[in-house]
Each structure stands twice: as structure tokens, then as C-alpha cells.
């Protein structure tokens, strides 16, 4: 199981988080017109931890949250749907499935605005977040 797979499976297994996202919590992209709020994962960067033997079975990938809202309270909901994620990630450690997580911290934060195309007053707000994961990877058998 990749980190993202596990992350978004320990997402979608939170009712605090589906309590507003309901099951839109997409990988790398989401769907054309999706439903607001929303929720995008995507790994940014992934760098395996090495020793003179080859790899060591620690990866250490810093992975963006992407989080979606458009309604009069846009920006208040991204920002909500974010701390709660905040809350069930930082500072975590141990299983997402069968990936041990030795480690997820939140590295930074920001949020973001686009103005309406249609000429209404519905903006859309972005609050981004990344975090540093450090977890355990299998190591290839070559079998």
C-alpha cells in the first residue's frame, strides 16, 4: 500500500473528517464540477532513506492537503475542514492500514482565493497544508 493509498483510506475511515467532506477526498486531482467541500491529496515529495547496503525500509515524503470549499463561509470551511484533518494527522504515529507512520508533522500552511467566472459572488477558498511523513517501506526481494 503507497502513503497516499493509506492516508486517504485512514481519512475516509474518520467520521470527523467525512462528517464534512462526506467521501470526497480525491487522489491528485478531482473529478470536473465535484461537490463542495472537497478534499485533494498529493505527494509532492518522496525520498527513500538509504545506507551503504542499499535501502533501509524508512521513506521520508512530504505530502500536500488540499482543502476546498465555495459558499458564503468558503474560506472559514476550507480552514475548518483542514484543522480537522490537522487534528487526526499531526503529530501521529503508527499504523494507516499496514503502513507504520513513525512520524507526520505539519511542515506549513496557507490559504488561497480564486474569484467567480459566472459572475456571482461564489469564490472559491483553498487551505493547503503539507506534511513531512516518515514511514516504514518495504524493501524490493527481487523475486
Given at each position: 500500500m503507497t502513503i497516499l493509498v493509506a492516508l486517504y483510506e485512514w481519512l475516509i475511515a474518520s467520521s470527523y473528517?467525512?462528517?464534512?467532506?462526506?467521501?470526497r477526498i480525491y487522489c491528485e486531482k478531482a473529478p470536473q464540477n465535484p461537490t463542495f467541500p472537497y478534499v485533494v491529496l498529493g505527494i509532492d515529495t518522496s525520498n527513500p532513506t538509504n545506507h551503504l547496503g542499499g535501502e533501509s525500509?524508512?521513506?521520508?515524503t512530504i505530502v500536500s492537503i488540499e482543502c476546498y470549499a465555495r459558499d458564503p463561509k468558503g474560506a472559514l470551511n476550507a480552514g475548518t475542514v483542514a484543522e480537522v484533518i490537522r487534528n487526526r494527522i499531526s503529530g501521529y504515529r503508527g499504523l494507516w492500514g499496514d503502513v507504520y507512520v513513525q512520524e507526520c508533522i505539519r511542515e506549513s500552511s496557507f490559504m488561497t482565493s480564486?474569484?467567480?467566472r459566472d459572475g456571482s459572488d461564489n469564490w472559491t477558498f483553498r487551505n493547503v497544508s503539507t506534511?513531512?511523513?516518515h514511514f516504514n517501506q518495504s524493501i524490493p526481494s527481487f523475486v
Open positions: 473528517v467525512t462528517a464534512l467532506t462526506s467521501t525500509g524508512h521513506e521520508n480564486d474569484p467567480p506534511y513531512g511523513i
